[in-house]
């Protein structure tokens, strides 16, 4: 067994795990950063490509509070005001501290760049050209780690459960992927940076990282969930032609840019009957483009493989090159030439909008026990603003990072240890009757896609709850597999374990919730109800979930 031990255990390596990494080590705490890919490659940091929502004023004048206005309005009334506060009014300090670590954020005249992105009140939404923000976000980290005394870096090791001790986290325990050691961390405080759960949908945008372990992680601790049911749906997931190498998300950033032409199979932008115009521009709410586009393809009207039209093929080629740059090149060798031909989008499962319920000091309410970034709910509500997911991975980062510093340094020692249960992690378990994992998860994922996507039904809810119920029995209470180096049996069970749990968070509160609101959309239960805004907390006892329902957090 592997034995480390430090003050703060960050778990995941994305933006908000090294931004907390960074934030307590500078506080003074020594930190193990563990990440179960390599540290500041996985999830969805690195992926990001587009842009990040931050209130700079450096095009045009601008004030968070402005923000925190869009923010609130795009949530529908579920933000946690206080959260949403904090993003939008400590967002500019974190991307200026990025900006002086040397991101290269794109710049004009010497100001940074600002798109205008749907939702908005003015152009807010900083990048790094082309296609490079979350690649350069994660580099930038990544080299102040190295930078910065006290971090130890860990990356290969998955976190499967949180060690509790008298009611408080006191580390984790896990396994090395690599070499199949049981691995036992020890801390004063634990942050859980883990990232969202989008593996879940047959289409997603996910990294094979994202498939939920911080919820599983928080609530087998004794800490609560929210919001679970808003999974938000990137509306112009890339559909078709197919294409290799590239991010399925890609077209956003460039419609930003140029507006360009989502239309249906009859050639019609069609935005405007659902209440919006567009007209080459891009004024669609994530929510509204997804329901727009499932409605076209459910009336008839979608594109060959089930989604929309987008087209830039009506500018100028000097146009679609300078917005474009390279990527117009990387584009053409898979087959697409952007001047005259369209691509098919469709909706896609992108972003977690709930999570783990955190103040605004990133305690989940079990002490010593935190969260940050995607994992937590709150701060976006029903749905999220282009760009606001990596200003909350920053910012409450650097919030969780600083908070269990002090936690920490307020504990004058380690809990005993061995942590407990910690060397049953990995004890190899061969069963005859051994499902297909593998199939196993395509199942969730297709079942997921089905019953509890943007547009659910009671009858599919219920029809989902059943499935995972049995798909649960099926997994079975142990860890399987031959123990050893590289068991991808075992990981596909931990990856199954986190996703079985995660669905039924969802699938459980988009029952519950009988009404539409933002990303979470009943066609039984059309249109938001006033008594509805209100937050849906759960969480384990014993292994049922519980739901209640909180009055939305206001103003501290
Ligand atoms: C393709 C794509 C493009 C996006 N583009 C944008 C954009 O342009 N602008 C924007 O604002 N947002 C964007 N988002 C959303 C945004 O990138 C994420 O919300 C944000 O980066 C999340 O950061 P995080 O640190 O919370 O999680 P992540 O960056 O996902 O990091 C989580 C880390 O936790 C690790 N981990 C998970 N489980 C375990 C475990 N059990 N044990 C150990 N480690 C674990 C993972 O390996 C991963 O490294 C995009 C998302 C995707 C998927």
Request: proline share 4%.
């Amino acid at each position: 067994m592997i034995k480390l031990e430090s003050d703060v255990l960050v778990i995941g390596a994305g933006g908000a795990g090294m931004f907390a990494a960074l934030a307590a080590a500078q506080a003074g705490a020594s930190v193990n950063l563990i990440d179960r890919s390599l540290i500041g490659r996985g999830g969805a940091t690195i992926m990001a490509q587009m842009t990040v929502a931050v209130a700079v004023g450096e095009q045009c004048p601008d004030h968070w509070e402005h923000h925190l206005a869009d923010t609130l309005t795009a949530g529908r009334g579920l933000c946690d005001v206080n959260l949403s506060r904090l993003l939008c009014e400590d967002g500019p300090t974190r991307i200026r501290q990025l900006d002086e670590w040397g991101v290269g954020w794109a710049r004009e005249d010497g100001h940074m760049k600002q798109a205008h992105a749907p939702g908005h009140d003015r152009p807010r939404c900083v990048y790094v050209d082309f296609l490079n923000t979350g690649p350069a976000v994660s580099r930038t980290l990544r080299t102040q780690l190295h930078r910065q005394d006290g971090i130890q870096r860990i990356g290969d090791v998955l976190i499967t459960d949180i060690a509790m001790h008298d009611g408080q986290a006191v580390g984790a325990e896990g396994w090395h992927l690599v070499t199949g050691e049981t691995v036992s961390l020890r801390a004063k405080a634990v942050i859980i940076a883990t990232g969202g759960l989008t593996r879940l949908y047959a289409r997603n945008s996910a990294s094979s990282n994202m498939s939920g372990d911080g919820f599983s992680l928080a609530l087998r601790a004794g800490a609560e969930l929210s919001d679970m049911e808003f999974v938000q749906f990137f509306p112009i997931g890339h559909l078709a032609p197919r294409m290799i190498g590239m991010d399925p998300i890609m077209w956003d950033p460039f419609r930003y840019k140029l507006g360009g032409r989502l239309t249906n199979a009859d050639g019609e932008e069609f935005a405007e009957r659902y209440g919006k115009t567009e007209t080459g521009n891009y004024v669609l709410t994530r929510d509204q483009a997804t329901y727009a586009i499932f409605k076209e393809v459910e009336a008839g009207r979608g594109s060959p493989n089930g989604g929309a039209w987008l087209g830039f093929d009506h500018l100028p080629e000097s146009d679609l090159r300078a917005a474009f740059g390279p990527v117009i090149d990387r584009v053409a060798k898979n087959g697409i030439d952007l001047t005259r031909d369209r691509i098919e989008v469709a909706p896609i499962a992108h972003y977690h909008m709930g999570g783990i319920r955190v103040n605004t000091q990133m305690e989940t309410g079990v002490p010593g026990l935190y969260a940050a970034g995607e994992a937590v709910a709150g701060a976006n509500g029903a749905n999220r603003l282009s760009g606001n997911a990596i200003t909350e991975a920053l910012v409450f980062g650097q919030r969780a990072g600083e908070a269990a510093a002090r936690h920490a340094k307020a504990i004058k020692s380690h809990a005993p240890a061995p942590l407990p249960g910690a060397a049953s992690v990995i004890a190899p378990d061969s069963r005859a009757d051994a499902p297909n994992l593998a199939a196993m998860m395509l199942s969730l994922q297709q079942l997921m896609n089905d019953k509890v996507g943007p547009f659910r039904t009671g009858d599919k809810l219920i029809q989902a709850q059943s499935a995972l119920a049995a798909m649960q029995q099926q997994l079975g209470e142990r860890p399987f597999g031959h123990g050893g180096g590289w068991d991808a049996q075992r990981m596909d069970w931990y990856d199954l374990r986190a996703m079985l749990i995660s669905a039924q968070a969802v699938t459980t509160a988009a029952l519950a919730r009988e009404e539409s609101r933002g990303a979470h959309q009943r066609e039984d239960f059309p249109g938001m109800l006033e008594p509805w805004t209100v937050n849906q907390v759960m969480r384990l006892h014993g292994d049922q979930l519980q739901l209640r329902r909180v009055a939305v957090a206001e103003a501290a």
